[in-house]
């Protein structure tokens, strides 16, 4: 969690936090119903949370399953919507039925986002919905390359949280407490946001970044991210887990588990983790929107002396 404020500084802090959340509030309760498009990440979960309090059952959290939704992320977002006690809808679409997302150009998030959302609408329209939120705060607009967030405006999504000016450690904050076991769950993006700009986004990539990462959540990491740079596996894993990716064991049932999946070459990459690694023109995104092609990482000349 981030690091509080000191004495007054806290309570001020802490009156403000609360100011916000009221507003959350406030601007939920003059909805006659809402469906939140639900991760099950931190954001919409404080909004389901919050949406649930006012409205009741007239607030559902709707999760949309696709080929870039891992396995595990859906079962968390069933998890959290059944701790939240808020009705839960599951809609599926596939985002690699378009050529424009498929093709991986630095739009490829506002491609998948209006898709998502549209089925959203959808789902809303046959609940007798007319409004759909999301959980965009007000530090997501500063970071970086956000492509996403266009498809948010264009649709007319409301962000209760960005309406307010909640921040993203302000949300974790009132995550907590809310008593949502989420409070701490790490940024995750979705499986395309580890092919890098330029190459196809495929389902032989995503199942294969999928279950590589399913071997080291398996293994005990939780901050991670498993690259696919046609055939090379990047694995990116957070500096304070890194001495568990330091040693022989590691490096040997990784290079085997990772080859058995198709991944050509298994690589450690000595940064850690980074969100948006290799995003373009971003620095640190946490949507990891995009990244940028390696055409041979092998075709680089270094200092041998």
């Known amino acids: 969690m981030p690091t509080r404020p000191d004495t007054g500084d806290e309570t001020a802090h802490d009156a403000g936090v609360a100011t916000k959340t009221a507003a959350v509030r406030d601007s939920l309760a003059d909805c006659d119903g809402v469906l939140i498009a ?30 870039t939704l891992p ?13 939240i006690g808020i009705p839960h809808e599951i809609v ?20 998948c986002r209006t898709m ?17 939120c999301d959980g965009t705060n007000a530090s997501d607009p500063g970071e970086g390359h956000r492509p996403g967030l266009r498809a948010v405006e264009e649709l007319d999504v409301r962000s209760p949280l960005l ?29 395309s946001s580890r092919i890098p700009t330029g190459l196809e986004v495929t389902d032989e990539r995503l199942t294969r970044i999928e279950k590589a990462e399913r071997v080291l959540r398996e293994w005990g990491f939780s901050q991670f991210r498993v690259r ?15 001495a568990g990716a330091l040693n022989h064991d590691f490096v040997v049932a990784a290079r085997e588990h990772l080859s058995d999946l198709g991944f050509e070459h298994v690589t450690l990459d000595l940064h850690g983790y980074r969100t948006g690694s290799v995003s373009p023109d971003s620095e640190g995104d946490a949507s990891e929107d995009s990244e940028t092609v390696v055409d041979d990482v092998f075709d680089a000349e270094y200092p041998t002396q």
């Open 38 to 67: 639900f991760s099950g990440g931190v954001d919409s979960s404080v909004v389901a949370a919050l949406a649930h309090d006012v409205l009741g059952d007239d607030a559902v959290a709707c999760t949309a399953k696709s080929e």
């Open 71 to 83: 396995d595990a992320e859906l079962d968390d977002a069933r998890r959290v919507a059944r701790e």
């Open 92 to 111: 599926e679409f596939s985002e690699l039925d378009d050529p424009n997302f498929v093709q991986n150009d630095g739009d490829r998030c506002y491609h």
């Open 116 to 132: 998502r959302l549209g089925r959203m609408y959808d789902a809303a329209a046959e609940l007798g919905i007319e409004t759909v």
């Open 163 to 191: 309406e307010a000016g909640v921040e993203k450690d302000e949300v974790r904050e009132i995550a907590e407490s809310h008593g949502l076991s989420v409070a701490d769950k790490p940024a995750m993006a979705c499986l």
């Open 228 to 242: 696919d740079h046609d055939g090379l596996a990047r694995i990116e894993i957070a500096p304070d887990e890194f």
